[in-house]
């Protein structure tokens, strides 16, 4: 499987973006892991559309989402929601064509904070089910209290690393599953 990740955060230091790199560690061998670039994404604008043609950096990451054989989000939540870089990014993957339709998918994300992002992951579940990706119900992955967890960028704590193998595991055999579907 080649799996795209995308974070929902554009902060160089991000906990979301180095959960994706220990995602990309933690993936059952055979499979491998790429992060998406949308900080540079221009922010939704039906204007920037001409004849059906995108700005470039948007056709690449159209083009990055269709070419990937499942997606793994890792999103904050922003004020109990979808972070507006991860919103847009969806936004312009939604355009006609919709690249998101049919490709399995899942949802992991990290806070420092208690509740580990469920505020803002069920938000995202909604509209990505709009645009008919297929989620993974279970494992949910809600990694609160990021402080104890990272260490110098690197996600540390055996426990959620090894929670996380188990979640990766079950997301390569229903990616698997909805691609044979
Ligand atoms: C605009 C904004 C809104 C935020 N709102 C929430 C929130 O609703 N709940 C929460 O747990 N953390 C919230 N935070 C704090 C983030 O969880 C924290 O900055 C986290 O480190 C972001 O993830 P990252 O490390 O991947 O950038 C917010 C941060 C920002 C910048």
Redesign the pocket.
């Known amino acids: 499987m080649k799996i795209l990740g995308i974070?929902?955060?554009l902060?160089q230091?991000?906990?979301?973006?180095a959960a994706l790199h220990a995602a990309a560690d933690l993936l059952p061998e055979g499979h491998a892991l790429e992060i998406a670039a949308i900080g540079d994404l221009p922010l939704m604008n039906q204007d920037l559309e001409h004849d059906g043609k995108y700005p470039e950096t948007v056709e690449c990451f159209r083009a990055a989402v269709l070419a990937a054989d499942a997606l793994l989000f890792a999103t904050?939540?922003?004020?109990?929601s979808i972070p507006a870089p991860l919103k847009n990014a969806i936004d312009w993957g939604s355009r006609p064509a919709n690249v998101w339709s049919a490709k399995p998918a899942a949802i992991i994300g990290?806070?420092?904070?208690a509740?580990g992002?469920s505020?803002?992951q069920y938000p995202l579940r909604q509209t990505l089910g709009v645009l008919s990706v297929q989620l993974l119900g279970q494992p949910e992955v809600f990694i609160g209290g990021?402080g104890q967890k990272f260490t110098d960028g690197n996600l540390t704590d055996a426990a959620t690393r090894e929670f996380l193998a188990k979640m990766l595991t079950a997301f390569v055999t229903f990616s698997e599953r909805v691609k044979l579907s």
Do not use: K
């Not at 904050?76 to 109990?80: D, I, K, Q, S, T």
């Open positions: 974070s929902g955060s902060r230091g991000s906990w979301n973006t904050p939540e922003y004020n109990a990290v806070s420092p904070g509740l992002t505020r803002g990021a």
